[in-house]
C-alpha cells in the first residue's frame, strides 16, 4: 500500500499513483520518534488531518503498538472515518463547514485544548516537524532507480511540503538534476494566495490558512496557482484519457504537468498522484459533465505575486525564501537549504513548531497573540 504505481501517461509524464500517499511520512515519522525515544510503545499520538495523513498514521501506530487520536477535517468521509475507527483510532470530527480556513483553525485549537487536558498526548505536528521528511527517501531511492537518466520535473501539491520536498531534495544530494514545481490552491497563505477566496473553497491537503514550518519554500523552481475547476478538469481529464482515479490534487498536478510537459519535452515530468478519488465522487466525479476541457485551459504567466489571478497562474519562483508570517516579499537566495539534520529536526518539534502553532491559534484569538 506505501509503494506508488508509476504510471507512463506519455513519453514525457509518468504519473506516481497512491492509494494513500502519507503512508511514507507517518511510518518514517513514527519509527524515528520510536528510534530517538521520543515517543514510547502505548503512548497516545494526536494530529489534525484532512483525511490522508490521518490514515497513514493510524496504520503505523497499528503497527508500532500505539495508540492513535485524530482530529478529522470537515472533509473526512464515513468510508474515511470507519478505517480509522476499525484501525484502533478515535476521532474527532469538525462540524460541517463550506470555510476550510475555519475548519483548519478548529482543529488546530482543538489539539491544542486535548494537549492542555492530557499531558501524555505527543502531538505529531505534520504541518511543523520535518521528521516527516524521513519516510520521502524511500520514495526518492524508488524514482532514482525507476527513472536513472533523465532530467527530472517533480510535480506536486505543496500541501504541508514534505512529500515534495522529502522527494526532491535527496534525489538534488544526488546530483539529480530536478526541478520542482509546487500546485497551490487561491486562498492559501503558503504562497502568498490568501487575498483570493475561491468560490468552492480551498481544496484541502494542497493549500493552508495557517503558516506551516514544514514548507521549504526554495526548494521550489516554479509555482502554479489553480482554482476549483482546473483542478477539477484535470481529475476528470486524467480518468476519462488514462482511466486514472484519482483525488483533486492529483487532477491539479496533471493539469500542470501536462502544460509544463508540452514546454519541455526534454525532461521527464513525475506527477505526485497522493490519494484515490473516491472521497470525491459526489463532489467532482458525479459532476463531470461539468467539466471544462483541459485543451482549452492555460495559466496566465506572471512575474510576481502582485500579478497573482485566477483561476490558473504560474510563476518562476526561482527556489527563493518566502517570509508567511510576515509582510516582505520573496527574497533571493542562492541555492536550497540542506535536508533538515538532526538539530532542526529537534527545533521543528520544539520551538519553531510551538510558535507556529501559537500564531495559528490566535488567528482567531486576540489575547494568545498579544502574549
Known amino acids: 500500500m506505501k509503494t506508488p504505481d508509476l504510471l507512463r501517461l506519455s513519453d514525457n509524464v509518468v504519473l506516481a499513483r497512491f492509494e494513500t500517499l502519507k503512508v511514507y511520512a507517518a511510518l518514517g515519522a513514527v519509527r524515528t520518534l520510536l528510534e530517538r525515544g521520543t515517543i514510547q510503545p502505548g503512548q497516545t499520538l494526536v494530529d489534525s488531518s484532512s483525511g490522508i495523513y490521518a490514515l497513514a498514521l493510524a496504520m503505523a501506530c497499528h503497527r508500532y503498538g500505539l495508540n492513535c487520536h485524530i482530529v478529522a477535517s470537515t472533509t473526512v ?6 478505517q480509522l475507527e476499525i484501525l484502533g483510532a478515535t476521532v474527532d470530527q469538525m462540524p460541517p463547514s463550506r470555510d476550510l480556513r475555519l475548519d483548519q483553525e478548529r482543529r488546530v485549537r482543538r489539539v491544542r485544548q486535548l494537549l ?3 499531558p501524555g498526548l505527543h502531538w505529531m505536528r505534520q504541518y511543523h516537524d520535518a521528521v516527516h521528511y524521513t519516510g520521502y527517501r524511500e520514495f526518492a531511492d524508488l524514482v532514482d532507480r525507476a527513472l536513472p537518466d533523465a532530467p527530472l520535473t517533480v510535480v506536486g501539491a505543496v500541501g504541508t ?5 522529502g522527494l526532491v531534495d535527496p534525489l538534488r544530494e544526488r546530483g539529480r538534476a530536478v526541478r520542482l514545481l ?18 468552492e473553497a480551498i481544496i484541502a491537503g494542497i493549500g493552508s490558512s495557517i503558516p506551516f514550518d514544514n514548507v521549504r519554500h526554495d526548494l521550489y523552481d516554479t509555482l502554479h496557482w489553480l482554482d476549483f475547476r482546473h483542478a477539477m478538469a484535470g481529475a476528470v481529464g486524467l480518468l476519462r484519457e488514462h482511466a486514472v482515479f484519482a483525488g483533486l490534487s492529483t487532477g491539479a498536478a496533471h493539469l500542470v504537468a501536462c502544460w509544463e510537459a508540452a514546454r519541455h519535452p526534454e525532461r521527464v515530468h513525475v506527477v505526485i498522484g497522493a490519494d ?13 459533465q461539468e467539466a471544462l476541457d483541459p485543451s482549452d485551459l492555460k495559466p496566465h504567466q506572471i512575474t510576481g505575486l502582485a500579478d497573482l489571478a485566477p483561476p490558473w497562474s504560474v510563476m518562476a519562483w526561482e ?19 540542506a535536508a533538515p539534520t538532526d538539530a532542526a529536526t529537534d527545533a521543528a518539534t520544539g520551538v519553531s ?13 486576540k489575547e494568545d ?3
Open 77 to 82: 468521509d464515513a468510508a474515511m472515518r470507519a
Open 116 to 118: 492542555a487536558e492530557r
Open 161 to 165: 511540503g514534505s512529500s515534495t520536498g
Open 182 to 199: 509546487g500546485v497551490q490552491p487561491f486562498g492559501s497563505v503558503t504562497f502568498g494566495s490568501e487575498g483570493f477566496s475561491d468560490p
Open 276 to 288: 484515490t478519488g473516491h472521497r470525491y465522487t459526489e463532489r467532482v466525479f458525479a459532476r463531470h
Open 319 to 337: 527556489r527563493r525564501r518566502y517570509d508567511v508570517r510576515g509582510t516582505a516579499g520573496p527574497v533571493q537566495v542562492p541555492a536550497p537549504l
Open 353 to 365: 513548531a510551538d510558535i507556529s502553532a501559537d500564531i495559528s491559534a490566535a488567528a482567531t484569538n
Open 369 to 371: 497573540q498579544a502574549s
